[in-house]
C-alpha cells in the first residue's frame, strides 16, 4: 500500500528557514503530482504548494517567493523548503501523493 512519511518539521524563530521532505513507497512515484498542504488550528486543511510530474510548481499566494516545492524522482522524495518564516505559517504540514501522509509539526515563534 502506499506510505510516505514526512520529515523535517520542527520550532523555528521568524525570519528562520525549514526544510520538510516526504518519502514515498507502494507507488509508481514519477507518474504522480505531489503537494504539500497545512491544517493550522481551528482551520481548514489548505493547499501549499503542488508540483506535476514534469516539474510545474504552483504556490499559495501567501507562500511565493518564500517556499519552493521540488521532487526526485529517482529518490522517490518530494521537498519543501521553507524561508523567511512567519507565525501564520505555524501548522502541521502534510505530504499528498494520491494519500495522505501522517503530518509533521512546524511551529513559528519566538
Known amino acids: 500500500q502506499v506510505q510516505l512519511v514526512e520529515s523535517g518539521g520542527g520550532l523555528v524563530q521568524p525570519g528562520g528557514s525549514l526544510r520538510l521532505s516526504c518519502t514515498a513507497s507502494g507507488i509508481i512515484f514519477s507518474i504522480n503530482a505531489a503537494g504539500w498542504y497545512r491544517q493550522a488550528p481551528g482551520k481548514q486543511r489548505e493547499l501549499v504548494a503542488v508540483i506535476t510530474r514534469s516539474g510545474i510548481t504552483n504556490y499559495a499566494d501567501s507562500v511565493k517567493g518564500r517556499f519552493t516545492i521540488s521532487r526526485d524522482n529517482a529518490k522517490r522524495l518530494v521537498s519543501l523548503q521553507m524561508n523567511s518564516l512567519k507565525p501564520e505559517d505555524t501548522a502541521v504540514y502534510y505530504c499528498?501523493?494520491?494519500?495522505w501522509g501522517q503530518g509533521t509539526q512546524v511551529t513559528v515563534s519566538s
Open positions: 499528498n501523493i494520491g494519500s
